[in-house]
């Protein structure tokens, strides 16, 4: 059951689409160069009469299905050439006037349902020869009620009368006329011709005469000014002369008037000028002083300002050098003190650590020696011995002597020469170990030997 209703659902959906869409499809709009034409069931107009159609142009309009239909009607504007042959005019004689007339469909309410009753449904081809017709007829008609010689001479009243009854005949079929354009009239009889030829001579002749007429009245105008002109020329000349003498006079009694005032206002000028250039001179002399002075102020002041302004440059230099000399100063003293102070507290823990394993060293020394200070001391000179003994020979090692010549003789005592005296002196002057080890507060052990004036003095004793 739920399915059934859906399927209806869904078919009345589709039908209710297909009919909107329908009603879409009829609902027709109108081109602006087009008129619609709808016909079929419309009701009555306000005469109560059944109406044959419905013209809309430029609009749209719903068109019901099956009861009404629709056209359109195209407004494009349609070219037709008319080549009237043998038409009577109002004096019997056959013209012909070869023409084109332009027409189109008119939107005029009345004229456009005429439009639609009378060219729906016909071709292009169809319209353009019912149009031919129609103006054929009226052309004839037109040409009938006036002679060669309006119709000749005036165009604009013949394609007046043709557009006002071609146009009337026209709208009864819905049309409207746009433009007329008739290109020539001619005649069988040669009617026109000789009316052309004429007026041609007529103008000619006219022409001729008006020529004829003009060269006269030039020739009497020519005479006429030649007379007037030497009757001016003399009067002119006389007028000329007598004007040129007055002016003489006037040019030389105006020339005299200006020689005086030239020579007067020269004099003038010499005065004032003599008398200015004395005034400019003294100005120019004061200007000249004052500027002097004024330079030699300004020099004055330039000089004071140079030699202040150096004095105090140097003077700032100086003040500034001094600053920073001493300030290199106690920087180059700091840093001198503080290496010093950083030298001094290195050499002291150097020397520190020195003694402190040269007082390990003697501690382990007289530990060896048993305990006894006085040997281990005596152990310590021992091992310097070599050093001692290499000091006292280089004292004399030292004396230069790159050759020595001896006059030797006995010495006072008569046994030892002068020159060996002199070398053993100079061997006495070293001190000897003996005395050494007694300045440092220590005997020479007696594996060193013993000393000789001791000896000397036991041996005397004995």
């Known amino acids: 059951m739920f399915n059934d209703l859906i399927i209806m659902i869904c078919v009345f959906a589709f039908l209710f689409f297909a009919i909107f869409i329908a009603f879409l499809s009829r609902y027709k709009k109108c081109p602006s160069d087009k008129i619609l034409v709808v016909y079929g069931k419309l009701g009555h107009d306000k005469d109560g009469n059944e109406r044959s159609s419905k013209c809309i142009h430029g609009g749209a309009t719903f068109v019901w299905p099956v009861i009404q239909d629709y056209k359109f009607l195209d407004l494009t504007p349609m070219s037709i050439s008319v080549d009237l042959r043998g038409a009577l005019s109002k004096q019997n004689i056959r013209i012909d006037v070869p023409s084109r007339f332009t027409v189109g469909i008119s939107t005029e309410p009345g004229i456009m349902q005429n439009a639609a009753e009378r060219l729906l449904g016909l071709s292009l081809n169809e319209v353009q020869e019912l149009t031919k017709d129609i103006i054929l007829g009226q052309l004839r008609l037109v040409i009938a009620t006036m002679s060669i010689e309006e119709i000749n001479t005036d165009r604009d009243r013949f394609l007046e009368e043709v557009s006002n009854n071609v146009e009337t005949e026209l709208k009864k079929i819905g049309l409207r006329l746009i433009n007329v354009n008739v290109t020539d009239i001619n005649d069988e009889s040669g009617y026109i011709q000789a009316l052309g030829r004429e007026a041609a001579a007529k ?113 700032q230099q100086l003040e500034i050098q001094a600053e920073a000399e001493a300030e290199q100063a106690r920087i180059r003293a700091k840093g001198e003190a503080d290496a010093t102070l950083a030298r001094l507290t290195a050499e002291a823990e150097g020397n520190k650590e020195i003694l402190i394993q040269q007082a390990e060293g003697f501690a382990k020394i007289v530990e060896a020696a048993g305990g006894d200070v006085k040997s281990a001391i005596q152990l310590l000179i021992a091992d310097k011995i070599d050093e001692l003994v290499k000091i006292q020979v280089e004292a004399i090692s030292n004396l230069k002597i790159d050759k020595v010549t001896v006059w030797d003789s006995m010495g006072t005592d008569g046994q030892t020469p002068a020159t060996a005296n002199f070398l053993s002196g100079m061997l006495k002057s070293v001190p000897p170990l003996s005395e050494m080890f007694k300045m440092a507060g220590m005997e020479i052990p007696q594996y060193l030997g013993s000393n000789i004036n001791e000896e000397n003095a036991n041996e005397n004793i004995s």
């Not at 020579?263 to 000249?288: G, H, V």
């Open 203 to 315: 103008a000619i002749n006219d022409a001729k005469r008006m020529v004829a007429l003009r060269e006269k009245e030039g020739s009497i105008g020519e005479a006429d000014a030649k007379r007037d002109q030497r009757i001016a020329v003399s009067l002119a000349d006389s007028n000329a002369i007598s004007g040129e003498n007055e002016a003489k006079m006037k040019i030389a009694d105006s020339d005299a008037q200006r020689r005086e005032r030239e020579a007067e206002a020269l004099k003038r000028a010499t005065t004032a000028e003599k008398i200015q250039k004395a005034l400019s001179d003294a100005e120019s002399f004061e200007a000249q002083r004052n500027a002097e002075l004024k330079r030699a102020e300004l020099e004055k002041a330039t000089l004071e300002a140079d030699v202040i302004i150096k004095v105090n440059i140097d003077k």
